[in-house]
Nanobody, 123 residues
Framework: QLQLVESGGALAQAGGSWRLSCAAFGRTFSSYAWGWFRQAPGKEREFVAAIRESRSTYYADSVKGRFTISRDNAKSTVYLQMNSLKPEDTAVYYC?????????????????WGQGTQVTVSS
């Protein structure tokens, strides 16, 4: 079993920056691909970013150039650096993990999910 714990949710200003963290416990961190998803009020959960065990990265068009996903295998932690924040980035952000070679990182069929952390961007 793999447990994921997100941290860093906050109230941020539009145009500002913030970083989310997701710490993993219980399994070999490097054996997984990691994703960040978000869900705004009244909307479906959507893909934000992902990073494979190879460190290849993938981004939704809405965040490309503004957000950066990274991983620190030594700390078993994945990060989401968010720059140039916009009010439409307001959502609950979830990290998720899937075993490597288990399919598309864009799909939501990840094996493990964190509890979510709220990010609110004020204009």
């Amino acid at each position: 079993q793999l447990q994921l714990v997100e941290s860093g949710g906050a109230l941020a200003q539009a145009g500002g920056s913030w970083r989310l963290s997701c710490a993993a416990f219980g399994r070999t961190f490097s054996s997984y691909a990691w994703g960040w998803f978000r869900q705004a009020p009244g909307k479906e959960r959507e893909f934000v970013a992902a990073i494979r065990e190879s460190r290849s990265t993938y981004y939704a068009d809405s965040v490309k150039g503004r957000f950066t996903i990274s991983r620190d295998n030594a700390k078993s932690t994945v990060y989401l650096q968010m720059n140039s924040l916009k009010p439409e980035d307001t959502a609950v952000y979830y990290c998720a993990a899937r075993p490597k070679y288990s399919g598309s990182v864009y799909k939501m069929d990840y094996a493990y999910w964190g509890q979510g952390t709220q990010v609110t961007v004020s204009s």
